[in-house]
């Protein structure tokens, strides 16, 4: 980042070929395509580089990778607010001036997202060329302390970003017209052990039982033979 070519850029009122490689990056952050288009026009007549993106994850993942030289990003943007998008910005690192941008129902949050985040400005709703020039002063000024950071953990706490649990593998959904499957029950192995032994006991009697029969009709046999039975 360059604050020499960012300074001696950003005065520049007029529609000029820009520069790619010396001309400031501003990150616009907003979801609402009106205000995206002000802002575009208004910065595209000051001859930034201008990159957009329209929620709060995204937007910290861009200033991590661009490291622009002003971030204006609205406070209502889904899935990281603007002001948590901001603090995450800041304790980033760098030097980047942020400037927030909300309705005015939104007044008394801007001023307050402004203090916490160390904004150097913030923009009302809807935004204008004239809007931007009565701050432009603020903006070039001294980036202020982000006292908000003392409390980022308790504004965004740890377990809203931890990965679920890992609970294994879910149960396919039933085919079309077919009942859904049912889960396969674990494995018994004592309940098998005492099933195989019950069925053991059947089969010696059975072989006793023979060995009996056998026995005594030899016994018989014999008798029969030595004529002690006629």
């Given at each position: 980042?360059?604050?020499?070519?960012?300074?001696?850029?950003?005065?520049?009122?007029?529609?000029?070929?820009?520069?790619?490689?010396?001309?400031?990056?501003?990150?616009?952050?907003?979801?609402?395509?009106?205000?995206?288009?002000?802002?575009?026009?208004?910065?595209?007549?000051?001859?930034?580089?201008?990159?957009?993106?329209?929620?709060?994850?995204?937007?910290?993942?861009?200033?991590?990778?661009?490291?622009?030289?002003?971030?204006?990003?609205?406070?209502?943007i889904p899935s990281l607010?603007?002001?948590?998008?901001?603090?995450?910005?800041?304790?980033?690192?760098?030097?980047?001036?942020?400037?927030?941008?909300?309705?005015?129902?939104?007044?008394?949050?801007?001023?307050?997202?402004?203090?916490?985040?160390?904004?150097?400005?913030w923009l009302e709703k809807?935004?204008?060329?004239?809007?931007?020039?009565?701050?432009?002063?603020?903006?070039?000024?001294?980036?202020?302390?982000?006292?908000?950071?003392?409390?980022?953990?308790?504004?965004?706490?740890?377990?809203?970003?931890?990965?679920?649990?890992?609970?294994?593998?879910?149960?396919?959904?039933?085919?079309?017209?077919?009942?859904?499957?049912?889960?396969?029950?674990?494995?018994?192995?004592?309940?098998?052990?005492?099933?195989?032994?019950?069925?053991?006991?059947?089969?010696?009697?059975?072989?006793?039982?023979?060995?009996?029969?056998?026995?005594?009709?030899?016994?018989?046999?014999?008798?029969?033979?030595?004529?002690?039975?006629?």
């Amino acid at each position: 980042m360059c604050n020499g070519v960012f300074r001696g850029t950003i005065h520049m009122a007029y529609v000029t070929e820009t520069d790619e490689e010396t001309a400031p990056t501003v990150l616009i952050v907003d979801n609402n395509p009106m205000s995206l288009m002000r802002l575009r026009e208004v910065f595209k007549i000051r001859d930034f580089n201008i990159e957009e993106c329209q929620d709060g994850d995204q937007a910290v993942d861009e200033y991590i990778r661009l490291d622009p030289e002003l971030v204006v990003i609205a406070l209502d943007i889904p899935s990281l607010d603007g002001h948590l998008a901001a603090l995450e910005m800041r304790e980033h690192g760098g030097e980047s001036r942020i400037v927030f941008i909300a309705s005015r129902r939104h007044t008394q949050l801007a001023e307050d997202a402004s203090h916490s985040a160390g904004a150097v400005a913030w923009l009302e709703k809807p935004i204008t060329a004239a809007s931007v020039e009565n701050v432009w002063d603020k903006i070039l000024g001294p980036i202020p302390e982000a006292p908000g950071l003392e409390d980022l953990d308790t504004l965004y706490p740890e377990d809203r970003i931890k990965p679920l649990a890992d609970e294994g593998l879910m149960p396919l959904p039933p085919l079309p017209g077919m009942p859904a499957l049912l889960p396969i029950p674990e494995a018994q192995p004592a309940v098998v052990a005492e099933l195989e032994v019950s069925e053991e006991k059947p089969k010696r009697r059975v072989f006793k039982f023979l060995l009996f029969l056998t026995i005594f009709g030899a016994a018989g046999y014999v008798i029969y033979s030595q004529g002690y039975i006629s």
